[in-house]
C-alpha cells in the first residue's frame, strides 16, 4: 500500500480528528488575515476619510474665496465710483503756498511751473490718475463790478506709462467760458450769451447747478486765456489730481511719491470725509479676508484633530491585533498538537503493525506530517478566505466605496494567499511532530503487546 494511500484513508477514518485540526488552522490563519486587513482598512479609511475632508474644506474655502474676491470686487468698483464722483481730491501746491489762503479765500498766491504736471505725467507714479494744471485767483470782475473765483483748466494730462483715461472734468475749449450757478443766476446769463471778462471776450458754453460750495461764485475759462488774463504764463497755482485706491497710510505714500518726483511741492488731500468711508469699506474688505483665512484655519486644526483620532482608532485597532492574534494562533498550535497526539495514541496498535510489516520511521512520520500538511493546505485556503471577508466586513469597506484591490496590490495580496498556507503547513507540522516522532520511534513488540 502506498504512503499517499495510507494518508487519505487516515483523513477518511479519523475525520472528525481531521475537521477540528482543519477548523483551528483556519481560524488561526484566518485571525492572522483578518488583522492584517483590518488594519490596512484602517489607513485606506483614514486616507479616504482625511483626503475627502480636506477636499471640503478647499471646496468650501474656494467658494468662500470667490465671494470674497466678488466682495471686493464690488467694493473697489463703488470706491471707484465714488471717488470719480468727487472728483479731484489730491492738490499738488508749491510748498511756499500758504493753506490759510487757501481755505479762508479760495485762492491761491504761490505759482509752480507749468512743465511739473508734464514731468509727473512722464514719470511712473502709481498713487494718482487725472492730472489737471490750473490757476486759480480770487479777482474783481470790472465789467460786472463783482468778485469772483477765476480757475483755467485746460484738458487733463495723461500719465504716460497708463495710457489715456476718460476725464473727470470736460476742458474749456479756448474762447469759452463756465460760470457758476450764483453767478449766471445774478447776471441773467445763460448758454451761447457773450461776456467780457476784464477786457477778453467770451461765449457762454455752461452754466453749473447750485453745488452749495466755493464753486458757486466761480468762473472757468481756459488756462492759456488765465495765464494771459493773470500774467502767469507757463506758470500754475496747483495741479489736480485724483488719487488711486491705495491701502494703508494713502496720502503719507502719495506725497513721498509725489515730492520724490517734484521737489519743492507739497500735497493736500480734500474730502476727507467721504475718503474715510472708502477706507472703511477696504477695512471691511480686509475683515472679510481676514474672516476666510481663520476660516481656512480653523479647517485645518479640525482637519489635524481629526487625523489624530484615526491615528488613535488604528492605534488600538493595532494593539488588540498584535495581543489576540499570537494568542488565537498559539491556540491553534496547541489545539492541533493536542488533537494529534491523542490521534497517535489511539493507533498505537496500528503503527506496531505498520512497524512489523516493514515500514520505516521516516515513512510513519511522513503519513502524520502529510495529513498535517493537507489540513495546513486547506485550512490556510479556507482562512485567507475567511480573513479577507471578515477584515472587509468589519473595517466598513463597501460603504467607503473602498474595494479589495485598494488594500492590497496584486503583488501583496498573491504573496498574502500564497503565504498564508505555507504559514498554517508550518503550524501543523511543529504541532504535529513531536506526537508522530513518539509514535514512530516505539517498539513495535512492546505496542503490540500493548506496552
Keep these: 500500500m502506498s504512503v499517499w494511500r495510507l494518508v487519505v484513508r487516515e483523513i477518511n477514518h479519523r ?3 481531521f475537521l477540528l485540526s482543519l477548523l483551528s488552522v483556519t481560524v488561526g490563519v484566518a485571525c492572522l488575515i483578518g488583522a492584517q486587513t483590518l488594519l490596512k482598512a484602517d489607513r485606506v479609511t483614514t486616507g479616504q476619510l482625511l483626503n475627502d475632508r480636506q477636499a471640503e474644506i478647499e471646496i468650501a474655502v474656494a467658494e468662500k474665496q470667490k465671494a470674497v474676491e466678488k466682495a471686493g470686487k464690488e467694493l473697489q468698483d463703488a470706491i471707484r465710483k465714488q471717488m ?8 499738488i501746491l508749491p ?24 514731468k509727473l505725467a512722464a514719470s511712473k507714479i502709481v498713487t494718482v490718475n487725472h492730472l489737471l494744471p490750473s490757476v486759480t485767483k480770487r479777482i474783481h470782475w470790472d465789467e460786472r463790478d463783482r468778485e469772483i473765483i477765476l480757475v483755467g483748466t485746460r484738458g487733463e494730462v495723461p500719465i504716460l506709462h497708463r495710457g489715456m483715461k476718460k476725464p473727470l ?4 475749449a479756448p474762447g469759452k467760458i463756465v460760470l457758476g450757478h450764483e453767478i449766471h443766476k445774478q447776471l441773467e446769463l445763460k448758454v451761447n450769451d457773450s461776456v467780457t471778462l476784464n477786457g477778453s471776450d467770451f461765449t457762454v458754453s455752461a452754466v453749473h447747478s447750485e453745488r452749495g460750495s466755493v464753486d458757486d461764485v466761480t468762473v472757468w475759462i481756459n488756462l492759456a486765456a488765465a495765464q494771459e488774463l493773470l500774467g502767469m504764463q507757463n506758470l500754475i497755482n496747483a495741479i489736480l489730481a485724483l488719487e488711486c485706491e491705495c491701502s494703508g497710510d494713502r496720502i503719507s505714500q502719495i506725497r513721498a511719491e509725489i515730492v520724490s518726483i517734484l521737489p519743492g511741492t507739497q500735497v493736500v488731500e480734500k474730502y476727507s470725509q467721504a475718503l474715510t468711508r472708502a477706507e472703511a469699506r477696504e477695512k471691511t474688505k480686509q475683515s472679510a479676508e481676514a474672516a476666510l483665512a481663520a476660516e481656512e484655519k480653523a479647517g485645518q486644526k479640525l482637519l489635524t484633530q481629526e487625523r489624530s483620532a484615526r491615528r ?20 491553534s498550535l496547541l489545539m492541533i498538537g493536542l488533537l494529534t497526539f491523542a490521534n497517535t495514541r489511539q493507533r498505537t496498535s496500528e503503527i506496531g503493525i505498520l512497524c512489523a510489516i516493514g515500514l520505516t520511521t521516516p515513512k510513519i512520520m511522513f503519513v502524520f506530517l502529510s495529513k498535517a500538511a493537507v489540513t495546513g493546505l486547506i485550512g ?30 496584486t503583488g501583496g495580496l498573491l504573496t498574502t494567499v500564497a503565504s498564508a498556507p505555507l504559514l498554517a503547513l508550518a503550524m501543523t507540522g511543529i504541532a504535529s511532530w513531536v506526537p508522530a516522532l513518539y509514535a514512530a520511534r516505539r517498539d513495535p513488540a512492546a505496542i503490540l503487546q500493548g506496552d
Excluded: K
Aim: glycine share 14%.
Design 95 to 118: 510748498e511756499d503756498q500758504e493753506l490759510s489762503e487757501l481755505h479762508l479765500n479760495g485762492t491761491m498766491s504761490a505759482t509752480m511751473p507749468e512743465q511739473y504736471v508734464d
Design 15 to 17: 475525520r472528525l480528528n
Design 312 to 331: 488613535q482608532l488604528e492605534d488600538r485597532h493595532a494593539g488588540f491585533a498584535a495581543v489576540l492574534t499570537p494568542l488565537v494562533i498559539f491556540a
Design 380 to 409: 490556510g485556503l479556507c482562512g485567507v478566505g475567511l480573513g479577507l471577508t471578515t477584515g472587509v466586513l468589519l473595517g466598513g469597506l463597501p460603504s467607503n466605496g473602498i474595494t479589495l484591490p485598494d488594500l492590497f496590490a
Design 84 to 91: 470719480l464722483g468727487l472728483g479731484f481730491n489730491v492738490l
Design 169 to 172: 472734468l470736460a476742458e474749456v
